[in-house]
């Protein structure tokens, strides 16, 4: 019985599940879950990228302990960060997007190329961490002398352990430099922008057998989390999804990219899917909550805070996307200050946060199907927040749609789906 090991790292943990076919049914088992979170360092958010691999590494010993022979790996991670080269050597540090350091680079960027023609190429939202953002702040602080190659997370993951660099569809589309119509990096955004063209190497797609580690051959699952993630849920027919976790991705398959005006205007991404577009929208999602959590009861269990959250009848919300919920010293002071009545109770905070992601849910719904010309009676939920029944049952309300959660891990399905048809 062959053995395939997905590893699924997020923004706050990150897991090894291994995958096999048993009675034409896929079966999982999880070995190792370990925490993960940006450092400060020097003013600064930052991964410690040591740490991560030391964390993969040691779960694929755990998995080799527990089953013997794994016949592939692969790893998915969040989009758009990455680690820049000198040959083998890496840049320290490896930024995290949450940091500050685009701010003072966005205007000059879309000085050289106005965002509306970023948009019309690429089909990206605006978001102040995407890569193009990135890389240019890394251009005015004389990061990139010398720079050789630049690889997003999980691809520096992988070249740590097999000695390969590549650069996977998916992941690279979430950055911003990817045209929607070619698929590849689009070189008038690099010249206009005076990026090293070195640094930009045709993309592979998903399933691309790319080296071996210590005789597991590694494999390009669609390496951006959300990607594997759609490719994880058994949805009948095609209708919106929720990816639920620290970001929440709402978003539907579509045929080709939406880059019009109106997509523009609401902020909508055309992200890569394994033969198909993803027509999406990044929500604040679970951060507020768990950030919340942090400051006010971090020792409550989650299935409590819920119970309270219930409970309450408070009824002001905020704007869940708001910048000022993006990376807040202190997100009770975010909230306070977005608040006209202030909450009483634990129950309030809580029941404030998942009635107001709720409502950027419905919003982004309507937006969609405003956009694509698509209806639908059901919402497929996914992720961490899936175990969420109160927000759930808020949504369902929120948008009038049925909620359909599924307790699975999507991220790690969708990956090993895709190492198992490339063994084929």
């Not at 034409?24 to 040591?50: I, K, M, S």
């Not at 540090?93 to 685009?102: N, V």
């Not at 080709?256 to 609401?266: K, N, Y």
């Not at 419905?362 to 996914?382: C, F, K, Q, W």
């Amino acid at each position: 019985m062959k053995r395939y090991l997905a590893i699924d790292i997020g923004a706050s943990s990150g897991r090894h599940i291994v995958g096999w076919r048993e009675d034409g049914e896929l079966q999982t088992e999880e070995v190792c879950r370990f925490p993960n979170g940006a450092t400060e360092l020097d003013g600064h958010l930052t991964w410690d990228v040591d740490t991560l691999l030391n964390h993969v590494k040691a779960g694929i010993d755990r998995a080799r302990e527990r089953f013997g022979k794994i016949e592939s790996l692969s790893i998915d991670t969040w989009g758009v960060d990455y680690v820049l080269l000198r040959g083998n050597d890496e840049v320290r540090p490896c930024y995290a997007y949450r940091d500050s350091r685009t701010e003072t680079v966005i205007p000059r960027v879309h000085e050289a190329m106005p965002f509306s023609e970023l948009y019309r190429r690429t089909g990206i939202q605006f978001q102040p961490f995407n890569t193009v953002y990135q890389l240019c702040a890394d251009k005015a602080a004389g990061r990139l002398e010398g720079v050789t190659d630049f690889l997003l997370l999980p691809e520096y993951l992988l070249w740590k352990l097999c000695g390969v660099k590549s650069h996977e569809y998916t992941n690279a589309t979430t950055g911003g430099m990817v045209n929607a119509e070619t698929g590849e990096y689009d070189p008038a955004i690099i010249e206009a922008l005076s990026l090293p063209k070195h640094l930009f190497h045709p993309l592979q797609r998903p399933g691309t057998v790319i080296g071996d580690f210590e005789g597991i051959r590694c494999v390009l699952c669609a390496t951006h989390d959300t990607a594997s993630a759609v490719e994880g849920i058994p949805m009948q027919g095609n209708h919106p999804y929720i990816s639920s976790g620290t970001w929440s991705l709402l978003g539907v398959k579509t045929e080709r990219p939406i880059t019009d005006a109106a997509s523009e205007l609401a902020n909508w991404s055309n992200e890569g899917g394994v033969g198909y577009n993803r027509y999406q929208k990044n929500i604040m999602g679970m951060w507020l909550v768990n950030r919340l959590r942090g400051e006010l009861c971090p020792d409550k269990p989650f299935g409590e805070i819920a119970a309270e959250a219930e409970a309450s009848r408070f009824e002001e919300t905020v704007d869940a996307n708001a910048s000022a919920f993006l990376a807040p010293e202190s997100m009770k002071a975010a909230f306070c200050a977005a608040l006209p009545v202030q909450p009483r109770t634990l129950g309030d905070w809580f029941r404030c946060a998942y009635r107001s992601l709720a409502l950027c849910y419905r919003d982004a719904v309507r937006e969609l199907e405003n956009n694509t010309g698509r209806h639908s009676d059901s919402i497929y939920i996914v992720g961490g927040g899936e175990k969420n029944a109160v927000l759930n049952d808020l949504t369902e309300k929120a948008a009038g749609k049925k909620v359909i959660a599924l307790p699975i891990e999507a991220t790690a399905l969708g990956n090993l789906k895709l190492q198992m048809e490339a063994d084929q």
